[in-house]
Every structure is written in structure tokens, then in C-alpha cells.
T-cell receptor
Framework: ETGVTQSPTHLIKTRGQQVTLRCSSQ?????VSWYQQALGQGPQFIFQ???????GRGNFPPRFSGLQFPNYSSELNVNALELDDSALYLC???????????FGSGTRLTVV | AQSVSQHNHHVILSEAASLELGCNYS??????LFWYVQYPGQHLQLLLK??????LVKGIKGFEAEFIKSKFSFNLRKPSVQWSDTAEYFC?????????????FGSGTQLTVLP
């Protein structure tokens, strides 16, 4: 079985720009979650998608948005980037949110 | 909303020493509990999980954890650590019911094992 793959692995953006991060879920998984992991901290939940609909959101502003596609791959979009958005962004997939989550290696975003 | 507290931010041990990492959670309902490990430069990997049943859970690489419901704790243990166990360890919790079972993580414990 394939794991969770994320692209790109590293990205540098300028404050105010927009960014799109991508995630391919593990085969058979229909739920995808996105997390932000700042340096020295645990991952923080951004939002979750189940069958192409958002079904949970953490304490992140609306400029963080997402999509899940029919093949269960997913995107995280961040508008109007701020310096504090610099972090490792993790994607995790699961089967209905049950049984544990499989994480990708993440995208390291640096905002300058 | 749930929360997770990991008391030890950095633990330094010599090889063959025993390990116990503390984890306490706060949530009003029943939960599923997880320990993840993040080796340097690698992705989060599941060490073990507790959903129900025997509160003593055995995971990969010789790790185990005990769920003590009365203490809201899920401490991670290993009898004898190895240099290769050097990594960051995260405790996490999700509600055991409901549609949005997002993981809530603790802040992590950095384990350094000296050869």
C-alpha cells in the first residue's frame, strides 16, 4: 500500500503571497486532515475533510482553506501569507477518522 | 475541546536505561489515545494506540503504554532504551465518537539517548 505523499517538500514564499500545498492520501483512506507544526511544538489541527466536505476545523483564520477531490487527494491553500505561517505542514489520512492516522513527511513552508 | 499535556520537554538517558514519558489529557468523554514518534528528518510514525479493552498497550520497537482512566493518563514506557530511540515523542488524543475525530497533540518530548 502507498503511504501519504506531500508536495512540495520545501517552499519559500514572500509575505502577502498565496500558497497551495498538496497531499495524496493513503490508498483506501477517505478522510484527510491538515496540521501545522511550528518549530518546537506539537502539530496543531487546521481542518479535516471527509468525502470532499469539511467536517472539522481548528482555530485557524479563513485564509486557510482546503479542498478534497473525488480521489481523496487534498489541497491546503493559504492566502495573504504572514511570517508566522512559517512551519511544517502535515497531511494525515485515515479511514473515516477511525483506526489511526497515517502522516506524510510534510511541506516545510518558509515565509520571508 | 480536548487538550494534552506532556510534562517532560527534554529527557536525556543513557543506553539501557528505562524510559517513562508522561501524558495527561483533558476531555469530557471517551477518547482514543496515541503515541507518535518523529525521528530527525522523518515523518510522524505511530508507535501505539489505545481504543478500548486492555489498558496496557504494546506497540512497535518494544514500547508500551498504560491507560489509567482515573488519572486521565497514557504514559509511554520502554524497559531499555537504545541510541536509535533518539527522537521526539508526541502523545495525541481524539474523541472516540463523532464525525470530526481530529488529533490533538501534546507539545512533545525530545528524547536523547547517549551511547
Amino acid at each position: 500500500e502507498t503511504g501519504v505523499t506531500q508536495s512540495p517538500t520545501h517552499l519559500i514564499k514572500t509575505r502577502g503571497q498565496q500558497v497551495t500545498l498538496r497531499c495524496s492520501s493513503q490508498s483506501g483512506h477517505n478522510t484527510v486532515s491538515w496540521y501545522q507544526q511550528a518549530l518546537g511544538q506539537g502539530p496543531q489541527f487546521i481542518f479535516q475533510y471527509y468525502r470532499e466536505e469539511e467536517n472539522g476545523r481548528g482555530n485557524f483564520p479563513p485564509r486557510f482553506s482546503g479542498l478534497q477531490f473525488p480521489n481523496y487527494s487534498s489541497e491546503l491553500n493559504v492566502n495573504a501569507l504572514e511570517l508566522d505561517d512559517s512551519a511544517l505542514y502535515l497531511c494525515a489520512s485515515s479511514l473515516g477518522g477511525i483506526g489511526g492516522y497515517t502522516f506524510g513527511s510534510g511541506t516545510r513552508l518558509t515565509v520571508v | 475541546a480536548q487538550s494534552v499535556s506532556q510534562h517532560n520537554h527534554h529527557v536525556i538517558l543513557s543506553e539501557a536505561a528505562s524510559l517513562e514519558l508522561g501524558c495527561n489529557y483533558s476531555y469530557g468523554g471517551t477518547v482514543n489515545l496515541f503515541w507518535y514518534v518523529q525521528y530527525p528528518g522523518q515523518h510522524l510514525q505511530l508507535l501505539l494506540k489505545y481504543f478500548s479493552g486492555d489498558p496496557l498497550v504494546k506497540g512497535i520497537k518494544g514500547f508500551e503504554a498504560e491507560f489509567i482512566k482515573s488519572k486521565f493518563s497514557f504514559n509511554l514506557r520502554k524497559p531499555s532504551v537504545q541510541w536509535s530511540d533518539t527522537a521526539e515523542y508526541f502523545c495525541a488524543v481524539t474523541p472516540s465518537s463523532g464525525s470530526a475525530r481530529q488529533l490533538t497533540f501534546g507539545s512533545g518530548t525530545q528524547l536523547t539517548v547517549l551511547p
